[in-house]
T-cell receptor, first 112, second 109 residues
Framework: GAGVSQSPSNKVTEKGKDVELRCDPISGHTALYWYRQSLGQGLEFLIYFQGNSAPDKSGLPSDRFSAERTGGSVSTLTIQRTQQEDSAVYLC??????????FGPGTRLTVL | RKEVEQDPGPFNVPEGATVAFNCTYSNSASQSFFWYRQDCRKEPKLLMSVYSSGNEDGRFTAQLNRASQYISLLIRDSKLSDSATYLCVVNRGNNDMRFGAGTRLTVKP
């Protein structure tokens, strides 16, 4: 499709397990962002990739969180040893220089 | 202090009312600005860009004040369907966009 896609759409996991969330940005978009949103809360910035530059990881809440972007396209957000407070919707967005970003539908993560 | 700040609301207004939201940003080098709309349990979607000269799209007017580092969104003749969360977005340069936490609007009959 032409939009940002994310998988899985829903993920239920047990506390302590690792999870991987995937984002396929719009083709040609150089910037990719990960945000998370807890129920009823605003967007929380996690990480930002721009081309081949080093990513801005300043929003990652702990060292259990990591992300990579392979070949300047697909990105994977990994959460190790999940905790219940990690439960949220994880949103990915991509954009071109100076244009608005487009969001994917998100992955709803539930940690039991 | 957050880089992009918005009043979280909620703003509860009757149909037909005019409502305005402000958003302040701290990075004076910010280059472009946008308003997004997020419906409940949906992803944010672009509502409109904000241009230096101000711009209008139907009932929606966006303005930018670089000197005071804020942007605004004005909604005239509010409709029930305008109920949503409105997110302010600032492009810091190098295609690095940061979002405000959003302002919740409820339009009531």
């Amino acid at each position: 499709g032409a939009g940002v896609s994310q998988s899985p759409s829903n993920k239920v996991t047990e506390k302590g397990k690792d999870v991987e969330l995937r984002c396929d940005p719009i083709s040609g978009h150089t910037a990719l962002y990960w945000y998370r949103q807890s129920l009823g809360q605003g967007l929380e910035f996690l990480i930002y990739f721009q081309g081949n530059s080093a990513p801005d990881k300043s929003g990652l809440p702990s060292d259990r969180f990591s992300a990579e972007r392979t070949g300047g396209s697909v990105s994977t957000l990994t959460i190790q040893r999940t905790q219940q407070e990690d439960s949220a919707v994880y949103l990915c967005a991509s954009s071109l220089e100076a244009t608005a970003g487009f969001f994917g539908p998100g992955t709803r993560l539930t940690v039991l | 202090r957050k880089e992009v700040e918005q009043d979280p609301g909620p703003f509860n207004v009757p149909e037909g009312a005019t409502v305005a939201f402000n958003c302040t940003y701290s990075n004076s080098a910010s280059q472009s600005f946008f308003w997004y709309r997020q419906d409940c349990r949906k992803e944010p979607k672009l509502l409109m860009s904000v241009y230096s000269s101000g711009n209008e799209d139907g009932r929606f007017t966006a303005q930018l004040n670089r000197a005071s580092q804020y942007i605004s969104l004005l909604i005239r003749d509010s409709k029930l369907s305008d109920s949503a969360t409105y997110l302010c977005v600032v492009n810091r340069g190098n295609n690095d966009m940061r979002f405000g936490a959003g302002t919740r609007l409820t339009v009531k009959p």
